[in-house]
Nanobody
Framework: QVQLVESGGGLVQAGGSLRLSCATS????????MGWFRQAPGKEREFVAA????????YYVDSVKGRFTISRDNAKNTVYLQMNSLRPEDTAVYYC?????????????????????WGQGTQVTVSS
């Protein structure tokens, strides 16, 4: 079993910044890819960013490139999402997820079904 707990969400004005954290426990965090997704009311869950087990590769949805940065600290079993220049359209519940079925893989996926453990989510609200 793997447990993931997100934190760092909140209310921020447009143009502001937030840093989300996702603390993990259970299986060895350091060998698995991690992803961030978001879901706005009435919309499907959307891929945001992903990072390989060693941090060597990252991938972002086009709408957040240049504004968001995913990173990880394997010593702390934590993955981060630094969000800058936030926009009202970034408002959503943000989820972290991990793919424990492919240990030490350099491949990244944007598909929710490829991730087998999820956190409970943290709300991010950006006011205009």
């Amino acid at each position: 079993q793997v447990q993931l707990v997100e934190s760092g969400g909140g209310l921020v004005q447009a143009g502001g910044s937030l840093r989300l954290s996702c603390a993990t426990s259970g299986r060895p965090f350091s060998t698995y890819a991690m992803g961030w997704f978001r879901q706005a009311p009435g919309k499907e869950r959307e891929f945001v960013a992903a990072i390989t087990w060693n941090g060597g590769r990252t991938y972002y949805v086009d709408s957040v490139k240049g504004r968001f940065t995913i990173s990880r600290d394997n010593a702390k079993n934590t993955v981060y999402l630094q969000m800058n220049s936030l926009r009202p359209e970034d408002t959503a519940v943000y989820y972290c997820a991990t793919d424990t079925r492919h240990s030490m893989s350099m491949a990244l996926t944007t598909q929710p079904l490829s991730y087998d453990y999820w956190g409970q989510g943290t709300q991010v609200t950006v006011s205009s």
